[in-house]
């Protein structure tokens, strides 16, 4: 007994189309990793800040050459384009040498012996810094020497009277402080944790300077208290968050205090 084949059955119009297209659509990409939060972000960029500075010399010297040179940039009322001038070459100098340390410390970590290449990619690394640095004198010796050679400039004369120079100096140093005595102790991060508590520095730095320039105002009691209540917010959010503990917000809080009335004694 013969039996015929049966046909197998047609495949529906739509699901046909469906697998061509299949067949020749490409493959979707894999999507990027997550990202954390911006707040680590910036936290872990910081923590390579500290890093350069905790083992790195050279980035300790051209930071408060930097400062030196910021501050005295708004102690000689230099003109809005030649502060940009002072603080783009100080950036670039900072900027190379990070440079500088993450290419040999990448080099370090794959090469473990001998080879040309490396010794022509750290010199040249090391090169672009000395290059950075000679434009940073460069910029340093135009911007600042009429400042300082004219004989009618006096320094004192010029910061006295106008506060607000002197209040954003202390804020610059203040914070630069904090940030080198956490490298210096290796105890938490820039922006979390560690001796001093950085926020409150800022704060009470800013109460000062606050109550120092409304000294000759009306009302002043009122005006000091009122920063001073808000400086304590600061300290006191910190030490609830559990972020730092109350001798890491007092440390902070004396040092942003004595450094703004130590400024305002020297040029105030």
């Not at 872990?44 to 050459?65: K, P």
């Not at 991060?189 to 508590?197: C, E, I, K, N, V």
């Amino acid at each position: 007994m013969s039996t015929t084949p049966t046909k197998p059955p047609k495949e529906p119009q739509g699901r046909r189309a469906e697998r061509t297209q299949r067949l020749f659509r490409r493959a979707p990409r894999r999507p990027l990793p997550p990202q954390g939060s911006l707040r680590w972000s910036f936290t872990w960029a910081f923590e390579g800040i500290v890093y350069v500075l905790r083992t790195q010399r050279n980035m300790r010297i051209h930071l408060t050459a930097g400062i030196v040179a910021l501050v005295l940039a708004l102690v000689l009322d230099v003109t809005r384009l030649e502060f940009i001038a002072v603080l783009g070459a100080v950036s670039l100098v900072l900027i190379a040498e990070m440079i500088n340390t993450a290419i040999e410390a990448a080099i370090d970590a794959l090469v473990t012996h001998y080879h040309p290449l490396v010794k022509v990619a750290k010199d040249v690394s090391a090169g672009a810094v000395l290059v950075a640095t000679v434009n940073a004198l460069a910029v340093a010796y135009l911007v600042f020497y009429n400042h300082i050679t004219q004989p009618t400039n006096d320094l004192i004369g010029r910061v006295h009277g106008a506060p607000s120079q002197i209040v954003v100096a202390s804020l610059i140093v203040t914070v630069a402080l904090a940030v080198a005595i956490k490298a210096a102790t290796g105890r938490g991060t820039p922006l979390r944790g560690g001796l001093p508590s950085g926020h409150a520095a800022a704060a009470f730095a800013g109460w000062a300077a606050i109550t120092i320039a409304a000294s000759g105002v009306a009302h002043a009691a009122l005006i000091s208290t009122l920063s001073f209540m808000m400086a304590l917010l600061v300290a006191q959010s910190r030490v609830e968050a559990g972020i730092h503990s109350g001798i890491e917000v007092i440390a902070g809080a004396v040092i942003g205090t004595c450094v703004t009335v130590l400024m305002f004694q020297l040029w105030g």
